[in-house]
């Protein structure tokens, strides 16, 4: 068998046994497709801090298939590294007077698990599109599978390039024989703490640009009306018209929260369109679903 076919039929088979067990609650809960359960119980899993050995990263709890690496480069020049660090510790800092409101909130709403907010969007957009379970099968298996060889790809990226974080980058900028950048050995972020990882390129801008890809390309659209739910600030919800819309604010985000450089987020649309791509083109394909269908 091969291996789009195991993932398909595991998919379909812990659909199946999803159903099974939802059999005994309520009528409400029976009437969300079994896939779109489960996705959740997967995600509610993600969300526990206890759920899993604290070795595993909470990523590998959804499947991953193969690293798609891609060259992430994106030079740039004296003045737009200063220019994008300027712009980092006018906005990110803590207290900052140049971020509007809605920057402050844009940073913190967006500052929880990626995957799990992309999740939850394609969650939304199955039940209003009404999609059958083997579409909600087919859709998560390639949301997932992006998402875990953007990360695979990403972090291959920072460790080649390894360029150091804004906060890191601010408080030594004496050292970076630039002109143009001022030292601040003071500076804080507005928001937490710096992941403790190579900036460049995001990871979060990689994933959702490879998350926009796969949801435009399975329901052939990009305009969709629908609400996110912040996974670090509870009860809160932000409105979107589109995927991309969701997916830049979750861009913007890095900068607000002082965790990235503009440039850093430049090269996303290259590296995770290339895996979303590699991943559409090479799994779950047409030509795949035709061979699942003349064998039933």
Not at 208 to 226: K, M, P
């Amino acid at each position: 068998m091969s291996v789009t076919k195991c993932v398909t039929a595991c998919a379909l088979a812990s659909a199946a046994l999803t159903a099974q067990l939802l059999g005994a609650t309520t009528a409400a809960a029976q009437s969300i497709d079994p896939v779109v359960q489960w996705n959740r119980n997967l995600v509610a899993i993600v969300r526990a801090p206890d759920a899993h050995p604290a070795t595993i990263h909470p990523t590998r709890s959804l499947p991953m298939l193969r690293a798609t690496i891609y060259d992430a480069v994106n030079p740039m020049d004296q003045t737009q590294y200063a220019n994008d660090l300027n712009e980092v510790q006018s906005r990110g800092s803590a207290g900052s007077t140049a971020a509007t409101p809605d920057d402050a909130l844009t940073s913190r709403f967006w500052n929880g698990a990626i995957q799990n907010y992309w999740n939850e969007i394609a969650q939304t957009v199955s039940l209003d599109r009404h999609l059958t379970t083997a579409q909600n099968a087919r859709l998560f298996a390639l949301l997932n599978v992006g998402r875990a060889d953007g990360v695979i790809a990403s972090f291959d990226a920072k460790y080649t390039y390894d360029l150091w974080r804004p906060v890191t980058a601010i408080r030594f900028a004496g050292t970076d024989d630039n002109a143009e950048t001022t030292r601040d050995p003071n500076w804080l972020r507005e928001v937490g703490n710096t992941t403790p990882n190579p900036a460049y390129p995001g990871a979060h801008a990689v994933i959702s640009a490879a998350a926009v890809e796969v949801l435009v390309a399975v329901l052939e659209r990009d305009r969709l009306d629908f609400v996110v739910t912040s996974e670090a600030l509870p009860g809160v919800e932000r409105s979107f018209a589109s995927f991309s819309a969701a997916a830049e604010e979750a861009e913007q985000e890095s900068i607000f929260a002082a965790v990235h450089f503009r440039n850093d987020l430049t090269s996303r649309h290259r590296l995770g369109r290339d895996v979303a791509d590699f991943v559409l083109d090479a799994f779950l394909t047409r030509r795949h679903r035709q061979e699942e269908d003349g064998a039933r």
